[in-house]
């Protein structure tokens, strides 16, 4: 089994892909190790040396910061605070969400900014290679002093609390202890905020909704050539000349993907009766391309995300410094996350436009799809399932990141609720996926019509790509029952992925 190092370098959405896909364990890099240590001999040192209360470390917590705890209440107070911060409700987050969770926890303590044992660091690593998935609720954080209950839920089965999943199973974190021989870990100072303040519950939402998004993106681009074959679209519209005097980046890629999607097509090369083609067509590269710029800037706000220390007080022994501040505070992600989810939520808008083109009867289509219309409905009611998809998406892109709300004392009167704008984001990015399976399973049986009346070829991938599909839905010759085929397409989707 592949192993991937923990180190201060860049770790990038493309590598946290590769690790879940191909199931690698983590391990700390020696630099990593040593950064751990250090950071956490300076904090003891700095401990014995000032006098003044250090947020955190030697006092309370939020608009309790000014109560001093004694030297010997210090673990008590660290385990206090995960035990009474495991707030969550509603639904669980989603296991390979909660992976994600635990390997930006351990790069982000790796960096030696936190305080931590060495030992705390390594138990999560223990989580993460052993497949030990620690139960977390998706609702209680506020974005705002990190994530704070979802990530006591994850730290809980450290100090032999809360539960996990393990193998099938779910058991106590007392329970999982006894069956590794672990000990509980006995968290020192500052180690119960390091683990619970910072955004990784925010995060691990948006690295997998941005390495989603991405991946639904470039299959948005290969169903449209499908549909367009299918609707006997112009190719104009994708023509580089038009772009390049409007040059938006994701606008010239789009453009470009179309093109060599549909090289060599014969479907595209021949004679049309008509001079434009509706919008959900003839401005896809404006409209995938806004997406894919939208993407590409989340991913770059999430890439630096992952590699940040997001807890508080930061500690810097070089610098003889421990300083309180808001790294914390998940309004960057909260901004993003919003606008991806109206990036996502637009790419199956304009898919649920062409769907509805498909099924009109228009361009010599048969009307819904089907060739005996009236006795059979066809194709009529997926789209209906498309339509009520997209509208749900558009509703959960009201943003989050603008609503704030105290808490705390008013110690905390601003919040971030990036926690919300990710797991809307969530239900967004898998809306857009059953979107673009409906648009596909559309398309596919469209296109197949289409090459009935030419007998015209489309491009070797156009080709492929539908025969591939074919192998997995099949031809609606009269009605049958149409979720377990449109299920069937998402399952397509999910292989392509």
Not at 11 to 20: F, G, H, P, S, Y
Not at 61 to 78: D, P
Not at 338 to 349: M, P, Q, R
């Amino acid at each position: 089994m592949a192993e991937h190092k923990i180190s201060p370098e860049l770790l990038t959405l493309q590598k946290v892909d590769q690790i879940l896909r191909e199931n690698m364990t983590l391990a700390l890099s020696d630099e990593s190790r040593r950064r751990i240590i250090k950071c956490r001999e300076y904090l003891d040192n700095k401990m014995k040396t000032q006098k003044e209360p250090i947020y955190g470390v030697t006092t309370g917590f939020g608009s309790l910061c000014n109560i001093s705890i004694s030297k010997e209440e210090l673990s008590q107070l660290q385990k206090n605070l995960v035990m009474s911060h495991a707030c969550g409700v509603g639904e669980e987050v989603p296991k390979e969400i909660v992976r994600i969770m635990l390997l930006n926890k351990i790069q982000s303590l790796s960096y030696g900014n936190s305080g931590v044992q060495l030992q705390t660091v390594e138990r999560l690593v223990d989580f993460f290679n052993n497949g030990i998935t620690p139960v977390v609720y998706q609702q209680g954080s506020l974005g705002a002093s990190g994530d704070l209950a979802p990530l006591a839920h994850m730290c809980l089965p450290l100090l032999g609390l809360g539960q996990v999943d393990y193998k099938g199973e779910r058991i106590s974190g007392k329970e999982l202890n006894q069956r590794f021989g672990w000990q509980p870990i006995e968290l020192q100072s500052k180690e119960g905020l390091a683990l619970l303040n910072g955004t990784q519950f925010m995060s691990a939402f948006a690295v997998w909704c941005v390495i989603k998004a991405q991946k639904l993106s470039d299959l948005a681009d290969q169903i449209m050539a499908v549909s367009l074959e299918a609707f006997d679209g112009r190719i104009e519209p994708f023509l580089d000349p038009v772009h390049q005097v409007r040059p938006h980046k994701g606008q010239i890629e789009t453009a470009r993907r179309i093109r060599e999607l549909l090289e060599g097509s014969e479907i595209i090369k021949q004679y049309k009766q008509h001079v434009q083609d509706p919008y959900s067509f003839r401005c896809v590269p404006q409209v995938h391309g806004a997406s894919k710029d939208a993407i590409r800037y989340v991913a770059d706000v999430v890439t630096t995300e992952i590699n940040s220390a997001t807890d508080n007080p930061t500690v810097f022994p070089d610098l003889d410094m421990v300083i309180s501040a808001g790294n914390f505070h998940g309004q960057p992600l909260a901004v993003s996350l919003d606008f991806l989810a109206i990036a996502v939520a637009e790419l199956g808008s304009i898919s649920e436009r062409r769907t509805y083109q498909l099924i009109g009867a228009k361009r010599d289509l048969p009307s819904f799809l089907v060739a005996k219309p009236g006795l059979n409905s066809g194709f009529m009611i997926p789209q209906y399932a498309a339509a009520s998809v997209v509208s749900q998406s558009k509703q959960l892109c009201t943003p989050a990141s603008v609503d704030t709300i105290d808490s705390s004392q008013g110690q905390e009167d601003h919040v971030s609720f990036g926690s919300n704008a990710a797991t809307k984001l969530y239900r967004v990015v898998n809306n857009t996926e059953k979107v673009l399976a409906i648009e596909l399973f559309n398309a596919a049986q469209a296109f197949d019509f289409r090459k009935q009346k030419t007998g015209l070829k489309s491009s070797e991938k156009i080709e492929n790509f539908v025969k591939e599909y074919r192998s997995h839905v099949n031809f609606v010759e009269v009605d049958q029952v149409m979720y377990e085929l449109i299920h069937k397409s998402i399952d397509f989707l999910r292989s392509k992925e």
